[in-house]
């Protein structure tokens, strides 16, 4: 069992930049690939970043590439996502979430309640 608590989140300005912070509990964190999806008023909740136990492997979706950053502390149980550049387009609930493999972690995955991303023009 993993459970999850994001942070980070808040109002910001186009242009500027956030850091969101993911907290884990369990033994088994470093073991699990991790992901942020994030979630827009309306619209279907969509993949932004992933990586692997390792830290080895990172995925962006197109829409984030070059200015958002994910990395993960396995020490201690953290994931972060660093989101520069921000766009009123950015705008949503970001979720954290682990789990075997980041294509199917939608379905089988461990997810925490979110985190409010607004940035506002």
């Known amino acids: 069992q993993v459970q999850l608590l994001e942070s980070g989140g808040g109002l910001v300005q186009v242009g500027g930049s956030l850091r969101l912070s993911c907290a884990a509990s369990g033994r088994t964190f470093s073991r699990y690939s991790t992901a942020w999806f994030r979630q827009a008023p309306g619209k279907e909740r969509k993949f932004v970043a992933g990586i692997s136990w390792s830290g080895s492997g990172t995925y962006y979706a197109d829409s984030v590439k070059g200015r958002f950053i994910i990395s993960r502390d396995n020490a201690n149980n953290t994931v972060h996502l660093q989101m520069n550049s921000l766009k009123p387009e950015d705008t949503a609930v970001y979720y954290c979430?682990?789990?075997?493999?980041?294509?199917?972690?939608?379905?089988?995955?461990?997810w925490g309640q979110g985190t409010q991303v607004t940035v506002s023009s």
């Open positions: 979430a682990v789990g075997p493999s980041i294509t199917t972690m939608t379905s089988n995955g461990y």
